[in-house]
């Protein structure tokens, strides 16, 4: 890679934001980080700023004491940040659906963006795809699924694809019995076994909705039908993902499970540079490595979602939505863990077949379905 690359970090408070700024201060010669944003942490965001003296500072939500006034503020900081002329790569980290304008914008303006926010493309697939073309960019995933699949492709054709298989680590409750899950607490939700992630996706990996939304991004980063993408459960979170090719050899990537590996593949993709930050893979301490059979039968959420990704249109939306919205509720303790998939259920039976044919449709399919899990969870 030739020269700095400037970067932007959308949600640079968050586990991610905060996993890619630990693993760009040991790369300071290759990136300079040029715009950060946040919702409302303002005084994590006001330490980030000290440290990287970005020259776009924004934050969506300033509730509570005045932030400093060269700070840019509001909902559009997000796109401002990631249409700047000074920033190559826009790292989106943001959780949920509030980061679709950001990918869409940043693509249109031609830049790579380093995709955490895997909600974009559940929600709008098509439209990131037909932004990608119009604008030049180009999406490099950093969900380490996807990161993995990414590197196992390589520079393969997609005609020698016969599938994807995603792992799985299970989650928390992976052993449980259906009954033991609907009545699971919200700090037994949060316990993630493998990784430590912001409080929405860690949930997400407990109902398992997380493994539908990332089918569904695998969908539309790769291009592979729905029959050609599977999951397995693989509690260990060493093997990221496979690829097995029509010859019926299959490549898998491994590492450690740390985030790190892939945010700063994400950034220097397709090249590799030496890092020293993480721990360096043992096969011997890392075994034994194990396999299971997903329990769709104890994680309605994600049978839910694979089923809305068939469907299409509005469906993978309004799955995102309700998943958001429901979640939203549990985290603050008004919705019991089992309602997470019956509000699911009951906003894709209503809404699931709305029209879907450009961005304000999809908000409405959005909004419609916040909006009845909202109703129902009171
Ligand atoms: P997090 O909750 O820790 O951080 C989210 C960030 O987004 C925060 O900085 C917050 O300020 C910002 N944000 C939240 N709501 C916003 C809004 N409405 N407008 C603007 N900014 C907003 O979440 P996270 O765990 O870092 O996850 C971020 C994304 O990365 C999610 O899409 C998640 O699924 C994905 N992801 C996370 C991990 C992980 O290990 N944490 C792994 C794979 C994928
Ligand atoms: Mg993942």
């Known amino acids: 890679m030739t020269g700095v690359k400037r970067i932007a970090i959308l949600g640079s408070t968050g586990s991610i934001g905060t996993t890619a700024l630990r693993v760009i201060a040991r790369q300071r010669e290759r990136f300079r980080v040029t715009a950060l944003t946040a919702f409302s942490n303002a005084a994590g965001l006001a330490a980030q700023v000290s440290e990287w003296a970005p020259a776009f500072v924004g934050i969506v939500s300033s509730n509570g004491s005045a932030p400093p006034a060269s700070w840019r503020r509001g909902e559009g900081t997000l796109v401002e940040a990631a249409v700047r002329d000074d920033v190559d790569i826009v790292l989106n980290a943001v959780v949920g659906a509030a980061g679709l304008d950001a990918t869409l914008a940043a693509l249109e303006a031609g830049k790579r963006v380093a995709l955490a926010n895997k909600e974009t493309l559940v929600v709008a697939g098509a439209l990131v795809q037909a932004a990608c073309a119009r604008g030049g960019g180009e999406i490099v995933p950093v969900d380490s699924e996807h990161s993995a699949i990414l590197q196992c492709l390589g520079s393969r054709r997609p005609e020698g694809v ?49 493994k539908a939304l990332e089918v569904i991004e695998a969908h539309f980063l790769f291009g592979l039908p729905y029959d050609r993408i599977e999951v397995v459960v693989h509690p260990q979170s060493v093997v990221h993902s496979m690829v097995e090719f029509i010859d019926g050899s299959v490549l898998a990537q491994l590492g450690v499970p740390s985030m790190e590996l892939p945010v700063l593949y994400a950034l220097t993709h397709p090249e590799r540079v030496a890092d020293e930050g993480v721990p360096r893979f043992d096969p011997v301490s890392a075994s034994p490595l194990t396999f299971e059979a997903v329990r769709l039968d104890a994680f309605p959420a994600l049978r839910l979602g694979l089923e809305a990704a068939r469907a299409g249109g509005a469906a993978p939306a309004v799955f995102n939505a309700a998943n958001e919205q429901a979640v939203a509720l549990f985290l603050a303790g008004d919705l019991a863990f089992a309602d997470i998939p019956a509000r699911i259920d009951e906003a894709l039976q209503r809404h699931g077949a709305m029209p879907a044919h450009d961005k304000a449709a999809l908000l409405a399919a959005d909004a419609a379905a916040r909006s009845l899990v909202r109703r129902r969870g009171l």
Not at 172 to 201: C, D, N, Y
């Open 162 to 210: 016969r599938r994807l298989i995603l792992t799985a680590s299970g989650g928390p409750f992976r052993t449980w019995s259906p009954g033991e899950i609907a009545g699971a607490q919200l700090a037994e939700a949060l316990r993630h076994p493998t990784w430590t992630m912001g409080r929405k996706v860690s949930v997400d990996s407990a109902t398992l909705a997380n």
